[in-house]
Nanobody, 126 residues
Framework: QLQLVESGGGLVQPGGSLRLSCAVS????????VGWFRQAPGKEREGVSC????????KYADSVKGRFTISRDNAKNTVHLQMNSLKPEDTAVYYC???????????????????WGQGTQVTVSS
């Protein structure tokens, strides 16, 4: 059974950093694209970043470019999202998602991903 488990969320002050992790079990991560999405209260789900199965390509939403970095460690079946210079508007529940693909990933539409984690809360507040 495929499982994705997010961790690393929490409360941080504006300008601070957090590193989210998405631990995957039940499959070999090498062949899966992984995306990070977020949803704030009262707002629609928003794509944040993604990385192809090969690791050769990454994408970022304009709102996080230059601040967030996605990386994958296939040996540990884990994908990380390093979040720097956090802003209050980054507050949301963050989800990771996976889809079998070597050369594709998207932050446009989460419905393209078949597998989802349960989410981790990120709160940016002073």
């Amino acid at each position: 059974q495929l499982q994705l488990v997010e961790s690393g969320g929490g409360l941080v002050q504006p300008g601070g950093s957090l590193r989210l992790s998405c631990a995957v079990s039940g499959l070999t991560l090498d062949y899966y694209a992984v995306g990070w999405f977020r949803q704030a209260p009262g707002k629609e789900r928003e794509g944040v970043s993604c990385v192809t199965g090969s690791g050769g390509s990454t994408k970022y939403a304009d709102s996080v470019k230059g601040r967030f970095t996605i990386s994958r460690d296939n040996a540990k079946n884990t994908v990380h999202l390093q979040m720097n210079s956090l802003k209050p508007e980054d507050t949301a529940v963050y989800y990771c998602a996976a889809e079998a693909s070597l050369d594709w990933c998207t932050v446009v539409d989460g419905t393209d991903y078949d597998y989802w984690g349960q989410g981790t809360q990120v709160t940016v507040s002073s």
